[in-house]
Structure formats: structure tokens, C-alpha cells
């Protein structure tokens, strides 16, 4: 991955002059996808959609049906914070349209170029609005003060460009190394995962904690620890096409400042690891009967520190320095 980023690098660096198209009266953008023009002899326009494009990558991940049925639970919630970003309409779209969730579920998903005068950084200071109705403290901490049996069951926020996520539970923070460790340790519930046996390789940034380490030791799966940056990601997913070595897909990696992502698209999808979360209490709730108290993300994540114990780490960004 690293030896063609440097190839790329080095054609830009020849680029002399570029023609571009502002419009064209022969051409219908609002057609419908798949809708083709002839301009010359050698020329054609294709138009395509992006939202079907990126539906069939998550639906080869995830089984819709059975998330759009979990959905329907009247004690199931979630609370989408899009922060104004790119992702918000393809929140829209998963959610709302294909889940069946109501429009309630959904905040600040509607873009803006100035993200609505907000950092759109999925952490615990700039997703603050998400956060308090979380029912949790500016640290993470529970709020005290709050019922969490009237709290969403599941929050989460994206970025501006909907690749990083945040993850958290009703008056419950989940830090990024352990969202990635429980993706990794409930794989069974992730279609992605299961109809290929499980993750083949695991990866986390240097900078996060040893959580992810732990399961994968006791999974028998390979884990690599990288400095931080997708390229190195990406570099073990294509270890068999590009190297010639061994085959670590399918392929789960994340870092520290919330990023999580697989092979499904070989980049971190903050999307994808909603609906992973979504399908770990849909499994984990398969037997909870209506009326009875729902497994919940904190229930969840508690257990897995029993199991596995509980790891720290520490991130120190110097803003402005």
C-alpha cells in the first residue's frame, strides 16, 4: 500500500494541466443510476449512486433482515449524531429507511459546510450534545442524576466524513480499544465475520490499549500492533494480493482516535461499526423475552472485563501548541 501511495505521489508530481466539466445540457445528473450518456465516439458518462454502492458493501456485512426486526423492539433505541457531516444522510438512509427506525433516532444529520459551527470530532468534548443525552459526564462517567431506563439504548456519532465513530451505552462510555476488542470477541454475531470462521487478522494502532491483544491471544487469531495510520492497516490486508504472503482477510483494525474499520472497503467506516454494535445486541438479546430488561451495551462490556480484564491507556492531544 505504502509503495503505490509513493507511486501516486510521484505522477502528481508531472501533472502539467487537467480539463474538467462543469455541466453539459446532454447530461441528466438526476437520472437514475446506471443511466448512460454517449458524448463522442470515445466518451461516456455513467451516472452512479454512491448510496447503493456503499448498501451493497454493508449488506455483504450484515443481515438486514434481522437488524430491521430487532429494530422493531419497542424497548430498543439508538440516538445518531451525524454532527452535520458527510454521514449523516447515509445514516438516514441505513437507518431510517432500510431499519425501519423512526426519525427520532437521528441527530444533526443533516450536512453542513461549516458542520453547523461544530468540530465534528465523534469524542467525548465536541460530540457533547450526544454525550448529555447519553446520560453521561463530560469524562465519560455516568451521570447520576439521570434514569438510564429512559436512555437510548445505543448512541453513536460519526465524523465529518463519517469514517470514525463513537460508541456508547446508556450512561455508559465505550473507549475505542475496547469497542474494537468486543467487535473482535463477538464476531459470531457479525455476518462479515461468521460465514468466514472469523476474523483471519486483527490490527490496532500502537497508541491504543492491549484489550484487542488479549481476546485475539485467547481466539487464536493473529494480531498486529502498527504505528498509527491506515496505510499499515491497509498493508496486511493486502498481504496475499500485493506481497504474495499470508491471507488476513476478513480483517478487522481500529485505532485510538476512534476509528474502526474491515476489509469490506479496506478504510475505517464509522457506519459499519454501528451496525456492528447493533448486531452484537441483537445476538446478545436473541433469548431476552418482551418485557424483560434488555442486555445492554454496558451489560455487555462489563462482562467482557470479567472475562478478559480491564485495560487503560492514556491519549494526550496538545491543541494550538
Not at 94 to 100: P, Q, S
Not at 131 to 137: A, H, I, P
Not at 252 to 261: I, Y
Request: hydrophobic fraction near 35%.
Amino acid at each position: 500500500m505504502i509503495y503505490i501511495i509513493n507511486q501516486l505521489y510521484e505522477k502528481t508530481l508531472t501533472i502539467s494541466s487537467f480539463k474538467s466539466i462543469k455541466g453539459s445540457s446532454d447530461i441528466d445528473l438526476s437520472a437514475d443510476a446506471g443511466t448512460t450518456y454517449s458524448l463522442t465516439p470515445t466518451t461516456t458518462v455513467t451516472i452512479i449512486d454512491p448510496f447503493d454502492c456503499y448498501l451493497d458493501a454493508l449488506r455483504s456485512c450484515f443481515d438486514f433482515d434481522a437488524l430491521r426486526t430487532f429494530c422493531q423492539r419497542d424497548d430498543f433505541s439508538i440516538l445518531f449524531d451525524g454532527m452535520h457531516g458527510a454521514g449523516g444522510p447515509f445514516a438516514r438512509r441505513v437507518l431510517i429507511e432500510e431499519l425501519g427506525l423512526p426519525e427520532s433516532s437521528l441527530l444533526r444529520c443533516d450536512p453542513r459546510p461549516d458542520f453547523g459551527g461544530c468540530h465534528p470530532d465523534p469524542n467525548l468534548t465536541y460530540a457533547a450534545s450526544l454525550v448529555k443525552k447519553m446520560g453521561l459526564n463530560p469524562d465519560g462517567s455516568a451521570d447520576e442524576s439521570v434514569d438510564a431506563t429512559s436512555l437510548p439504548t445505543l448512541g453513536a456519532a460519526n465524523d465529518g466524513d463519517g469514517d470514525r465513530n463513537l460508541i456508547a451505552g446508556a450512561g455508559f462510555f465505550v473507549t475505542p480499544s475496547d469497542s474494537l476488542a468486543l467487535i473482535c470477541d463477538n464476531w459470531e454475531s457479525i455476518p462479515h465475520f461468521a460465514k468466514e470462521g472469523g476474523p483471519r487478522g486483527v490490527a490496532r494502532s500502537m497508541p491504543s490499549s492491549a484489550a484487542l491483544d488479549v481476546v485475539a491471544e485467547a481466539r487464536g487469531i493473529p494480531c498486529f500492533s502498527t504505528p498509527t495510520g491506515w496505510k499499515f492497516f491497509g498493508n496486511l490486508m493486502s498481504s496475499k494480493e500485493m506481497f504474495g504472503k499470508t491471507d488476513y482477510t476478513p480483517f478487522l483494525c481500529g485505532e485510538e482516535s476512534f476509528g474502526t474499520g474491515s476489509d469490506h472497503i479496506r478504510e475505517k467506516d464509522g457506519l459499519w461499526a454501528v451496525l456492528s454494535w447493533m448486531s452484537i445486541l441483537m445476538k446478545a438479546n436473541e433469548d431476552t423475552p418482551a418485557g424483560e430488561p434488555l442486555v445492554g451495551v454496558k451489560d455487555i462490556v462489563t462482562k467482557h472485563w470479567a472475562k478478559y480484564g480491564r485495560h487503560f491507556y492514556c491519549r494526550y492531544d496538545y491543541e494550538g501548541a
